[in-house]
């Protein structure tokens, strides 16, 4: 059997820059010719098919999308996940379930979140919108937090990612 793939996953809430930044990292693995997939929430909305913006919705779409990427980790393959995520449970879950298992938390100020507000979340007034009215477990045991107000360009936040990932 190959060598198992690792599940870097981006974690943060909407317009952190969990897929601006992943995205980034997954080209760079791409670029050393390793075995990369990579899933955003929309894409596994998208791959499950959308049930819905609740609670119970989002904890099954994680948990679904969990499992898939495990497996796709466990037959070699390197899988980088940008998706809110909002529930200590599922973390937990990929901690104990998924032996190569990266967690980066982008963390941002309210200030900034509501800045960038690129799909209009924080300022339209929308429902169920994680981090307003739905609960949002903030990551408690990330392997690493990514402050990103704006103090590092998204190559810099990569590439020190990388190194902290003997990645280079």
């Known amino acids: 059997m190959s060598e198992k793939g690792t599940v870097y996953f981006f974690t943060g809430l909407a317009g952190a820059g969990k897929t601006t930044i992943g995205g980034l990292f997954y080209r760079r693995l791409r670029e ?6 990579l899933a955003d929430g929309d894409q596994t909305r998208s791959i499950f098919g959308r049930s819905g913006y609740s609670t119970e919705a989002r904890r099954d779409a994680a948990r679904r ?22 529930y200590d449970e ?9 032996e190569n298992y990266k967690e980066i938390y982008i963390k941002v100020t309210r200030d900034t979140l509501y800045r960038r507000d690129q799909k209009g979340l924080y300022t339209t ?9 739905l609960p949002y477990d903030e990551p408690k045991n990330a392997d690493v937090i ?14 020190r990612l990388q190194r902290l990932f003997g990645l280079e």
Do not use: H, Y
């Not at 050393?32 to 997939?37: G, S, T």
């Not at 999308?65 to 909002?86: K, N, P, T, Y």
């Not at 007034?125 to 009215?133: A, F, N, T, Y």
């Open 32 to 37: 050393q010719e390793r075995n990369v997939f």
């Open 90 to 98: 599922i973390r937990s879950w990929n901690r104990e379930n998924i």
């Open 125 to 133: 007034g929308r429902k169920e919108v994680v981090g307003v009215d």
């Open 65 to 86: 999308g969990f499992r898939l990427w495990r497996e796709l980790a466990e037959q070699g393959i390197d899988v980088v996940v940008c998706s809110i995520a909002m």
């Open 146 to 159: 990514v402050e990103n107000d704006g103090q590092e360009t998204p190559e810099e936040i990569v590439a």
